[in-house]
């Protein structure tokens, strides 16, 4: 079953063109949007969730087209973060609970505790982190099978972040669930993720098992005449300085086997979309 099929998604607006963006989210997995600012993965998230209209492309939730029901199944947390400032977090949880009808006050109130947010205290008065985890906790309060969280650590310190971590570790523990999250913090994912979607000015890049995306996939740092000799159906992307070519191999072991005097190291997400970006393809 798949919890998010996103099909052909067509959107032009300002300077950004999403290019027919085809992507999956299966069920009981978390899949990873990573992008440079600017790459378009709010876009990408507000027209999977109609908040912009599309201006073509088809996005399944459940196998459905969204609707009123399957909203309720969903917990979106997007990056800006819009509260009434002059309200408090008991003043949400009776709001909400009149909105949702799966909101879930128990949990709600026990995530509160958890993550040490006071609850009479005005919203005005929360720190920026703070105001990021209470939107991660209501997204999380009306127990959805899904879960689409827009940069959801970027505002938070290290170890608030591993505890966020943890708890959408702990959401997917029941098989039905999954996630999809944006981030550019890509150790954040590298953590967490089953799957890898890179996007870049509007497209797909690249989306594969993180697993194998960080085993199959090698960088290789040496000189422009070396560069020559590696064959150009394994380059990903390269890119060259005055003295030193950073190339991105998409068959590591291959290459290990075929190129012994050839040093090949292990890469992160970071060090893939940076090259991919500031590189030539
Ligand atoms: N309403 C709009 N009007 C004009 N341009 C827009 C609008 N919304 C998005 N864009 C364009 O889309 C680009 C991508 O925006 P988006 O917020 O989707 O990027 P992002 O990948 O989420 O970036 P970040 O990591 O910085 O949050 C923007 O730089 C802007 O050019």
């Avoid at 067509?10 to 069920?27: A, D, M, S, Y």
């Avoid at 709010?42 to 109609?50: A, C, E, H, R, V």
Wanted: aromatic share 8%.
């Amino acid at each position: 079953m798949k919890a998010i099929e996103v099909k052909n998604l067509k959107k032009e607006i300002g300077t950004l063109r999403i290019e027919g963006l085809n992507f999956t989210v299966p069920q009981g997995r978390i899949v990873g949007l990573v992008g440079e600012n600017g790459a378009g993965k709010t876009t990408t998230i507000k027209l999977m969730m109609d908040v912009m209209e599309k201006d073509e492309g088809e996005v399944l939730f459940f196998g459905k087209t969204l609707n009123k029901a399957i909203k309720e199944e969903i917990g979106v947390v997007y990056d800006e973060i819009n509260f009434y400032e002059k309200i408090n977090a008991i003043k949400i949880d009776k709001v909400l609970k009149g909105i949702f009808q799966s909101w879930d006050s128990d949990k709600y109130f026990q995530l509160l505790d958890r993550f040490k947010l006071h609850k009479s205290q005005l919203l005005g008065n929360y720190s920026k982190g703070m105001k990021m985890k209470l939107n991660i906790i209501i997204g999380l309060a009306h127990s959805p099978k899904l879960l689409i969280l827009d940069e959801p650590t970027s505002g938070l310190d290290p170890s608030a972040r591993m505890e966020m971590l943890d708890l959408f570790l702990e959401f997917i523990q029941n098989e039905e669930h999954s996630i999809l999250i944006s981030s550019h913090i890509t150790n954040d994912l590298e953590r967490i993720a089953d799957y890898i979607v890179m996007i870049h000015d509007g497209k797909i890049i690249l989306q594969l098992d993180k697993d194998e995306l960080l085993y199959k996939y090698g960088i290789i740092r040496c000189s422009e005449k070396q560069l020559q000799y590696i064959p150009k159906n394994v380059i990903f992307a390269y890119h060259k300085t005055n003295s030193l070519c950073e190339v991105v191999i998409k068959d590591a072991p291959g290459m290990k086997e075929a190129y012994p005097e050839l040093t090949i190291d292990g890469l992160s997400i970071d060090d893939m979309m940076a090259i991919y970006i500031k590189g030539e393809k």
